[in-house]
């Protein structure tokens, strides 16, 4: 309740505040692009149950939809050259490589919500999410452990 309440009221502030804030705060750059991985972790952890069949698979494909948001995200939320949080600065060094890892992501989420689709919890959709959620390939490198 206690954060709702603070997330809502940020909202409200956000609504009356002036228009487009043009100097970002670096803590809030590193909170933003925060909170869309724990979106992916999220995504990621109910993908998980679903395959192991803990719950219905009906929901399968729009698990990885969002997954497919999240990354898009991703993208624009790491443009700001802002080391911290548990980013390594190789991040903005090595940015090609780093959105190149962005869009390898991406095309195999997009495999793996028309597999889903299909397939439900079964067929090919091991694969596919093993496939998609390669976030590990990205955290060894660009991510404090
Ligand atoms: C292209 C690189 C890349 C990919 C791909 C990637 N991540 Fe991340 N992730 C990062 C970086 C960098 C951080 C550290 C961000 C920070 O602290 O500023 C991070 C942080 C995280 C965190 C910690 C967030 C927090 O601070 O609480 C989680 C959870 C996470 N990622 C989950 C995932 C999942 C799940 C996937 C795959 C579906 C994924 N990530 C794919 C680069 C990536």
């Not at 590193?30 to 803990?54: C, F």
Request: hydrophobic letters at 45%; one cysteine or more; aromatic letters at 4%.
């Amino acid at each position: 309740m206690r954060l709702l309440s603070g997330v809502c009221g940020l909202v409200m502030a956000a609504a009356i505040a002036a228009p487009a804030i043009a100097q970002q705060r670096d803590e809030d750059v590193i909170a933003y692009r925060q909170e869309i991985m724990k979106t992916m972790g999220a995504q990621s952890t109910m993908i998980g149950m679903v395959l192991a069949g803990m719950v219905p698979d009906k929901l399968l494909s729009t698990h990885f939809e969002v997954l497919l948001q999240s990354i898009r995200q991703a993208k624009s939320a790491f443009e700001p050259n802002v080391p911290g949080g548990n980013a390594l600065p190789v991040v903005w060094a090595k940015h090609d490589d780093f959105i190149a890892k962005l869009n390898a992501a991406e095309q195999s989420i997009i495999k793996a919500i028309e597999i889903s689709k299909k397939d439900g919890a079964g067929g090919q959709s091991g694969e596919a999410a093993v496939d998609a959620l390669s976030c590990k390939g990205c955290h060894d490198v660009y991510k404090k452990p």
